[in-house]
Nanobody, 126 residues
């Protein structure tokens, strides 16, 4: 059974940092693009960042450019999201996801992703 398990969320003050991890089990995703999405209360889920299967290309939402960094370790079947200079508006449930297509690049479209984690809460206090 395929599982994506996020960790690293929590409560942090504005200006602080968190590092999210998403470990996949049940199959290897080293040949697929991966991404992070988030959903704040009362809002639609939105793309935050994504990374190609080999880590060679990345995508960032404008709201997080320069503050967040996505990376992956294919040997560990894990994707990371380093979040620095956090703002209260970054508060959301963060989800990791894996692309449907093998040998895929980055994407900001939810429909390109077929496997999803359960989410981890990130709360940034002002």
């Amino acid at each position: 059974q395929v599982q994506l398990v996020e960790s690293g969320g929590g409560l942090v003050q504005a200006g602080g940092s968190l590092r999210l991890s998403c470990a996949a089990s049940g199959r290897t995703f080293s040949s697929r693009g991966m991404g992070w999405f988030r959903q704040a209360p009362g809002k639609e889920r939105e793309s935050v960042a994504s990374i190609s299967w080999n880590g060679g290309s990345t995508y960032y939402a404008d709201s997080v450019k320069g503050r967040f960094a996505i990376s992956r370790d294919n040997a560990k079947n894990t994707v990371y999201l380093q979040m620095d200079s956090l703002k209260p508006e970054d508060t959301a449930v963060y989800y990791c996801a894996v692309r449907n297509t093998p040998w895929s690049g980055e994407s900001s479209s939810e429909t390109d992703f077929g496997w999803w984690g359960q989410g981890t809460q990130v709360t940034v206090s002002s």
